[in-house]
């Protein structure tokens, strides 16, 4: 198993520039979510989803979008970059039933700059 | 809203010293604690959690302790090494059945040789 990967590792954008962070997962986790990295603030939310076809919002989740069409993926996009938005992005999977358990797998991040 | 505070923020001890993480929560339905430590560079990675049917976990160097009344967990590691020395997150879960976790702040933790 390949796990949780993420794609690119490396991005810098210019503010007002789109993009999409990739996210996939090949362990058949219902729950899939991302999250922001900045020093001092530990893992802040921005969406998450329980299932394909269902997303919700997390703590931080202004200036970012996300869809869930199939349980593998779990892109995150960024509509108009802003330097505000310079951090390691990580994604993270897990079973979301207490008889298998809540263990949150995570991708190897992806970091973003924005100019 | 839902949240965890972790404390202390930074922690330096001497190498074969103890350390302890503490954390607090405000579900009251949480009923998973997991800890996380994430080297440099690296990805959080799962080292121990605790179920609110359990007081207590060990696992070699490691332990967690959970006070559900008080909504208080901890995470204690004995006779240090300069290989602990990284970020150590709590969280707990929220939405029961979902798998969502909300975490902790973060403590930097400093082992000195």
């Known amino acids: 198993n390949a796990g949780v990967t993420q794609t690119p590792k490396f991005q810098v954008l210019k503010t007002g520039q789109s993009m999409t962070l990739q996210c996939a997962q090949d362990?058949?986790?219902?729950?899939m979510s991302w999250y922001r990295q900045d020093p001092g603030m530990g893992l802040r939310l921005i969406h998450y989803?329980?299932?394909?076809?269902?997303?919700d919002q997390g703590e931080v989740p202004n200036g970012y979008n996300v869809s869930r069409s199939t349980t593998e993926d779990f892109p995150l996009r960024l509509l108009s970059a802003a330097p505000s938005q310079t951090s390691v992005y990580f994604c993270?999977?897990?079973?979301?039933?207490?008889?298998?358990?809540?263990?949150?797998?995570f991708g190897p991040g992806t970091r973003l700059t924005v100019t | 809203g839902e949240n965890v505070e972790q404390h202390p923020s930074t922690l330096s001890v001497q190498e074969g010293d103890s350390a302890v993480i503490k954390c607090t929560y405000s579900?009251?339905?949480?009923?998973?604690f997991p800890w996380y430590k994430q080297e440099l560079g690296k990805r959080p990675q799962l080292i121990i959690d605790?179920?609110?049917?359990?007081g207590e976990k060990k696992d070699q160097r490691i332990a967690v302790t959970l006070n559900k009344t008080a909504k208080h967990f901890s995470l204690h590691i004995t006779e240090t090494q300069p290989e602990d020395s990284a970020v150590y997150f709590c969280?707990?879960?929220?939405?029961?059945?979902?798998?969502?976790?909300?975490f902790g702040q973060g403590t930097t933790l400093q082992v000195k040789p």
């Open positions: 993270a999977s897990s079973y979301s039933t207490r008889r298998v358990g809540y263990e949150q797998y």
């Open positions: 362990m058949n986790h219902e729950y």
């Open positions: 989803s329980v299932g394909a076809g269902i997303t």
């Open positions: 579900d009251s339905a949480s009923n998973y």
């Open positions: 605790i179920r609110s049917n359990v």
């Open positions: 969280a707990a879960n929220t939405n029961s059945n979902t798998g969502k976790l909300i």
